[in-house]
Structure formats: structure tokens, C-alpha cells
């Protein structure tokens, strides 16, 4: 059967950032179609957020694949329906399969508006074995504090005779998304939970404390400010940093020197809290698609493949305890941090709040400043309260 008399046409609209999984992309589409000789699947790419929401409206649709947005909203709109009930009577998957944390940032009370499929990000500390070594310092472990991180941060930061930085402790770049994890750790948030307002987290003590800790690494010189250092983060890790605060894509560069290099979670803060926050995007399925249940089938392949050439080519995190073992990941100890958070992990203000999302520039060059020690932390973090919603 040709494409053009496949009768049944089961339309994707996704994101353009999916196109960083072709291969695997296209692996599940061939699959699917071989399964299914009757169905054509068609792949629509969007642009940008103004574009999938323009589109969503226009109902073209079977199966949306949202990524840097909350799926939420699509559910309580109408958009999309509530997925529990696929996933409650499918003999592949359930509810428990799940990472909980991955599985809440996609839930709205008890309704599931998107399922978590791929591009599930979340930040861990990789460290440099032999620098640690040279150092004398112990290899860190899912149990150090912010103290022990700041000191080896110290201790590993190299001079020459007049002062001069030769390399730095600690890489971590100057964002919103890598400083809050910090935050959420120390019991602190950048917003309520249901994103109405900043106000009473973003100003609050635990978030002030956590902030103030985190900028004052630049200040003393072992975390490096952009300008400080030339690389790309293709050579990142050969650019001389005994720890880098990164996201977990950038094991694979980890894998390739597993003697060298290894994975350890974020310190402890002061607050106690064990969590994390998560990059992740959704598969939902519209609620006005007539081929609902073959939509189930295709986004549930996509979570949990269960094939050897998928395995191969899967691109991320997994969403679910099952495919990590399928991966192979359950044993591997530069995996281990990262399954430990999907468990734990909380939704970021990126997704909660989009006033914050579209000032993340402006916060960006306030954390600078806190960072070189132009600017004070309370008073740029009563700032915001005051004019982010």
C-alpha cells in the first residue's frame, strides 16, 4: 500500500526542538506504520509556542507534543483529554511504572494531561576523578552538603604565584534553570505551585539563603563567570573544570570516559528538601481526534519502547522504571543520580509561571550582577516580587 492510499492519516504536531531525535523519531513512525499498513503517520513541525497554540486552535491534530510549556492548561481548556484512563488499563504501562516526579509535573489533580515520553532533563555535579585525587579530597557522594561542594569548589580552583586563576573549581553557568534546583533543595521556589504569583517565594528567606550561596562561588572565585573562560560545550569537558553543574544530555560525553569522569547529585542544603527541578515535554492526545486509541498506541511506543533498534536510538531520560532497565541504567552509577531525582523532582517556575519564563533576562542579568557583586540579593529578589507577577 502507497502512502497516498493509506486511508487513515494519524497527524503529530510537535515541536521543532523534537527534531534533536530524528533517528529515533523516525524509527517509532516506521515501526508504527509497519504495525499498522492502513495508517500514515504525518509529523508537523512548528516553530515556536505562538505557532502550536495558533495551530492547536485550528484542530488539525491527533496527538500534540508540547515542549517548554506546561500541558496543563491544554486539558483544562479542552484541548486534550485525560490520559489516566489509557494508562490505568494498558497491560504495557501503568501509573506505578513511573518516575512519580516525571509522572507529577504532568498530572492536573488526578487527570494526566500529557504523557512523559522524552526530553526529560534534569541537572546532576559531573566531577573530575583525578582532580579530586591530586587535590586529596574524597570522591563526593549522594551525601555531601553545600559546604563540602563549596570547599572542594575552593580547593580545586588552581593559582599561579601572583593570583591568577589557572583553572577554575566549578563550572556552572548563569541561568535561572541552574540556580534553582538550589533553591527548591534549600525549601525555597521562584512561584506558587499554581504560578499566580512570585510574591512570598522568590522574596522568601529560603530562597534569599539559597541564592546568596549559590553567587557567592562567583565571588569568591571558584565558580567561573562567562566571560572568564573560552570553550563550547562540545570540548567542556576537556576544558580543565574539576566539577560541572550540567544537564544530563551531556552524559553521553561522560560515558566516553567513564575512569575520568564521574556523576554525583546536587549538595544537600541547609532546608532539607530532596528534590530537583526537571526539563521535560508531553505527548497529549486532542479531544477532538477520531483515532484516539491509535494515538494512545503511538505515544505509549514512544515512552516505553520495547524494541532493540529503538533502545538503541533513545535519546534521553526515561520516564518510566522499566524502560531504564531495558537501557540498562539501573546499574550504571552515572545514571544513578539522575533516577534517583526523576523520583523526586518538582516543576519548575519555567513551566508555572510565564511572566517569569518571558523575564528570564532580565533575572539572568540580576544573577550577574549578584554573582560579581554588584547587586544585592535581597533587594533584587524583593525587586521581582514586586514587579513579576
Given amino acids: 500500500m502507497t502512502e497516498q492510499e493509506r486511508p487513515i492519516a494519524l497527524k503529530i ?153 589557572k583553572r577554575f573549581g566549578l563550572f556552572m553557568g548563569i541561568d535561572i534553570e541552574n540556580w534553582e534546583p538550589y533553591v527548591m533543595r534549600n525549601g525555597g521556589a521562584y512561584s506558587a505551585e499554581d504560578g499566580s504569583t512570585i510574591r512570598g517565594y522568590a522574596d522568601s528567606e529560603a530562597t534569599v539563603e539559597a541564592i546568596s550561596m549559590v553567587a557567592s562561588l562567583y565571588r569568591d572565585r571558584v565558580a567561573s563567570l562567562p566571560f572568564e573562560v573560552q570553550f563550547n560545550y562540545k570540548t567542556l569537558f576537556s576544558a580543565g573544570f574539576a566539577m560541572i553543574h550540567e544537564l544530563s544530555y551531556r552524559t553521553h560525553q561522560v560515558l566516553e570516559a567513564p575512569d575520568e569522569w564521574g556523576v554525583v547529585g546536587l549538595p544537600h542544603m541547609p532546608g532539607g528538601a530532596d528534590t530537583n527541578m526537571m526539563y521535560f515535554a508531553s505527548y497529549g492526545i486532542t479531544s477532538w481526534s477520531p483515532h484516539q486509541e491509535l494515538a494512545w498506541e503511538f505515544i505509549r511506543e514512544v515512552a516505553n519502547p520495547t524494541d532493540p533498534e529503538l533502545l538503541d536510538l533513545f535519546p534521553d531520560l526515561p520516564s518510566t522504571k522499566k524502560l531504564a532497565a531495558r537501557l540498562g541504567m539501573l546499574d550504571n552509577p552515572l545514571y544513578e543520580p539522575y533516577l534517583h531525582d526523576l523520583e523526586r523532582t518538582s516543576k519548575s517556575a519555567f513551566y508555572n509561571n510565564q511572566k517569569w519564563n518571558a523575564s528570564r533576562h532580565l533575572i539572568n542579568e540580576d544573577l550577574r550582577a549578584m554573582a560579581e557583586g554588584k547587586a544585592q540579593v535581597r533587594e533584587r529578589l524583593e525587586h521581582w516580587a514586586d514587579t513579576i507577577v
Avoid at 516553530?47 to 491534530?61: G, L
Fill in 13 to 165: 504536531l510537535s515541536g521543532s526542538l523534537y527534531r534533536k531525535a530524528p533517528k529515533y523519531m523516525q524509527a517509532v513512525k516506521e515501526q508504527f506504520e509497519t504495525r499498522h499498513p492502513d495508517v500514515q503517520v504525518i509529523i508537523d513541525y512548528v516553530s515556536d509556542h505562538y505557532e502550536m497554540f495558533k495551530r492547536i486552535q485550528e484542530r488539525e491534530a491527533d496527538i500534540v507534543f508540547v515542549m517548554e510549556v506546561d500541558v496543563s492548561p491544554l486539558l483544562s481548556r479542552g484541548d486534550v483529554i485525560d490520559l489516566m484512563p489509557f494508562l490505568e488499563r494498558d497491560p504495557a504501562l501503568s501509573p506505578d511504572d513511573f518516575y512519580q516526579g516525571v509522572l507529577r509535573g504532568n498530572m492536573d489533580g488526578e487527570r494526566l494531561a500529557g504523557l512523559p515520553a522524552v526530553n526529560l532533563l534534569t541537572p546532576q555535579i559531573y566531577y573530575n576523578k583525578q582532580r579530586f585525587d591530586e587535590a586529596g579530597l574524597p570522591h563526593p557522594t549522594g551525601a555531601w552538603t553545600f559546604g563540602q561542594f563549596a570547599e572542594a569548589a575552593h580547593k580545586l580552583t588552581e593559582r599561579d604565584e601572583n593570583g591568577t586563576i
